[in-house]
């Protein structure tokens, strides 16, 4: 779906008698933000205005004449209401100017006997050549009614308030006069006419009309209208809350915020102004990205109270982040372009050193040693650096970086550590087509790569199952699912499963030969769709078993980002299943405007690990690796409390969905989840001590007529 298809949404505006609702009738077929205009038979609303609708009687400032349409405009209808005296509304059943006897279809009860709606000639208010955009309920004034909306007049990339004097059809500038390098949204008029209130960023990046830099409001902002002649219709706007002082100005990295879950819920929702979070496990430190790309790309880590100011760990356009569940302060991340083609140079990334030393508190370079005695060799090239030069952060001394796989593998991303920390899985383009692949994480691809799922789709995104039994990824392996969330039984690769040609591959310095194997045909249920196994089919020919479609969201919809709870009976998705919340025209740029956070209640006919049973496999294991140096015999943590991974013994069971919730209710595109056994109670967090500006623009499209 484009950006356009998103922004000129196919809604329809309704209007209903109350107290009851009843007598619900559309009214308008197309259109978006409906208000009322200066009597109830007069009803305002956007819209993306297509090739031969008529312009406005006005120009206004700025605006260009007989321009190509692609313009959001504000347009007006007229409403005939039948029977209406006596309600307490103006329209009162009288013929209205410009109604072309037109009615539309009501839904109404049967027999209840009330007619319909009679509906004008849709009118447009603003012209072409700027997008007009969510207007207010008209108020009065001396010199006649007026509304206050929002444009962008390109080549500007700002979004003002100003206000549209309804008689004369002319625009005036609002908040252009008193923040002019600041995006403004949703204004509202007082109803006496006399003051205009708008949503905007807490800080402004630039000087106001005042002088102030930097000036913001914590929530809001309202401006006063001041007539400069009684008669005339010229307003002049003065701000009313600009603050001198940068304390609302300080923002929240980390806020904690209250779930619709009961109380007996123990769960908090931490929101972080941040891609990819990820606590670590001992919940004292947030690692996050900054930005995908720019001067701040890179991974950051953070106080998990928010109590110090981030520091850079890794430094470069980079996604996905993990924490691993045995080394302390070791991190993985996909070192490269996001949302990049196949043929894409992206590597795995394995960052150490990462510790509460970077605040003061803790011992320099914890983690690190360990770490450096278990990394190995570096291969050809730049594929392992410190925080000291090679990341570019600046300070971060102690901290290190090494590249996870080989030169020339194409698109390796979103690494995932098995509980025990041993394994990686991760999605790789490196056959043709994303999809999952295993390595081990001490050695990385020089250990061996084994390919686990294999097909003309994209399977990616996964993560490992606590019991050590599952792992769960999305994948657009059915279209008529969409980009779902499916589940496969864990298979580990066999003993020394490294191939003759995989060995060579190594010893040569270069990648491209990968182990396959089947993944266990156990049963299992899906408890999203029909009840029936899904069976894949390979490109080589093999038939793998076991996987299943866990939730979807049809052809179009996406299920992405899971992530297990610590206890193994809950997921935690991003999905569209919502849809939109909110109008996108109204906030400022997302990527996509879509998503909410879900939390999935798994059925599981499986029982979770014994502590003892996995303490004796991790030791049987350890000792296992005193006598080969191949890294499937390796074990980074001899006493995982998370259980272990499964063999082909079918122990995993059946896995489906037994019931969800939604977490999140907001206009905005809430994703990449995590989740952590570490409670953070509802509460507000410590704030950033530096300046923060108004990072965030308007929506790319508006830039300029939008295509139609």
């Not at 249920?525 to 049809?554: F, I, P």
Request: aromatic share 8%.
């Amino acid at each position: 779906m484009q950006q356009r298809d998103l922004l000129a949404l196919p809604t329809a505006i309704h209007v209903m008698r109350l107290p009851d609702g009843k007598h619900r009738q559309q009214v308008v077929a197309q259109g978006g933000w409906p208000a009322w205009g200066e009597d109830d038979s007069t009803l305002l609303f956007h819209r993306l205005v297509r090739g031969g609708e008529e312009g406005g009687h006005g120009a206004g400032e700025g605006a260009q004449q007989g321009g190509a349409e692609g313009w959001f405009s504000v347009l007006q209808v007229r409403l005939d209401v039948p029977g209406d005296e006596g309600q307490g509304g103006q329209g009162g059943g009288k013929h209205v100017d410009g109604w072309s006897g037109a009615t539309s279809k009501a839904e109404t009860s049967a027999g209840d006997g009330e007619a319909s709606i009679g509906v004008g000639k849709e009118e447009r208010l603003t012209p072409s050549g700027l997008h007009a955009l969510t207007p207010s309920s008209a108020a009065p004034s001396p010199c006649g009614p007026f509304i206050a909306l929002t444009t962008r007049r390109p080549p500007s990339p700002f979004r003002h308030v100003e206000l549209l004097h309804l008689p004369s059809r002319q625009l005036y500038m609002l908040t252009q006069h008193i923040n002019p390098s600041a995006n403004h949204y949703s204004p509202s008029v007082a109803p006496d006419g006399s003051r205009v209130a708008y949503h905007r960023c807490r800080c402004a990046a630039a000087r106001d009309a005042l002088g102030n830099e930097g000036v913001g409001s914590s929530e809001g902002e309202a401006a006063e209208l001041r007539r400069q002649e009684p008669q005339a219709a010229v307003l002049e706007a003065r701000p009313l809350t600009l603050q001198p002082t940068c304390r609302d100005c300080e923002g929240y990295y980390v806020e904690s915020m209250a779930t619709p879950l009961p109380p007996s819920a123990p769960l908090s929702l931490i929101r972080v102004a941040g891609l990819f979070p990820a606590l670590s496990p001992d919940g004292r430190l947030l690692a996050f990205i900054l930005a995908l790309s720019g001067a701040q790309a890179g991974v950051y880590v953070v106080p998990a109270d928010g109590s110090a100011v981030q520091r850079c760990v890794f430094k470069g356009p980079a996604f996905g982040l993990a924490w691993s569940p045995a080394v302390p302060g070791v991190l993985y991340t996909s070192a490269g372009q996001g949302f990049a083609p196949e043929a894409a140079e992206v590597h795995v990334v394995e960052v150490s050193g990462v510790g509460a030393w970077l605040f003061g508190d803790g011992q320099k370079g914890e983690g690190k040693a360990q770490a450096q005695a278990e990394g190995g060799a570096g291969g050809p090239g730049k594929e392992e650096g410190s925080g000291d030069s090679s990341t570019g952060c600046g300070g971060a001394g102690g901290v290190a970086w090494r590249y996870l796989t080989l030169p020339g593998m194409r698109n390796n991303a979103f690494p995932a550590p098995s509980p025990c920390g041993r394994w990686l899985v991760f999605r790789s383009a490196r056959t043709g087509h994303k999809n999952l692949f295993l390595m081990g994480a001490q050695q990385g691809e020089r250990g061996g790569v084994w390919q686990v799922s294999e097909g003309a789709w994209t399977d990616t995104m996964a993560a490992w199952d606590p019991w050590g039994r599952w792992i769960v990824f999305s994948s657009d392996r059915d279209k008529s699912k969409g980009f779902a969330l499916y589940a496969m039984p864990v298979v580990l690769p066999p003993h020394s499963a490294a191939s003759p040609a995989a060995a060579a591959a190594v010893a040569a310095g270069v990648g491209g030969a990968v182990s396959k194997f089947e993944t266990g045909a156990t049963g299992v249920g899906d408890g999203a769709s029909n009840g029936q196994e899904e069976k894949r089919q390979g490109t080589a020919g093999q038939q793998q078993q076991g996987v299943v479609c866990l939730w979807h969201n049809g052809p179009w919809g996406r299920v992405n980002h899971a992530a297990f709870s610590p206890d193994g009976r809950f997921l935690v998705v991003t999905a569209d299943v919502a849809g939109m919340s909110a109008d996108p025209t109204a906030y400022p740029q997302q990527f996509q405007p879509y998503g909410e956070i879900f939390l999935l209640e798994l059925n599981r006919t499986d029982h979770p690990p014994q502590p003892a049973a996995a303490a004796a496999a991790a030791a049987a294991a350890a000792v296992s690796s005193n006598s080969s140096d191949s890294d499937n015999d390796s074990v980074r943590n001899s006493s995982s409390d998370h259980g272990s991974e499964v063999g082909k013994d079918g122990s995993a069971g059946q896995l489906s969905v037994r019931r969800w919730e939604r977490l999140t209710f907001n206009p905005y595109e809430d994703g990449t989840p995590s989740w952590s056994h570490h409670m953070v109670h509802p509460a507000p967090l410590h704030t950033q001590r530096h300046r923060v500006t108004c990072d965030f623009d308007d929506v790319g499209a508006l830039g300029g007529g939008v295509g139609v």
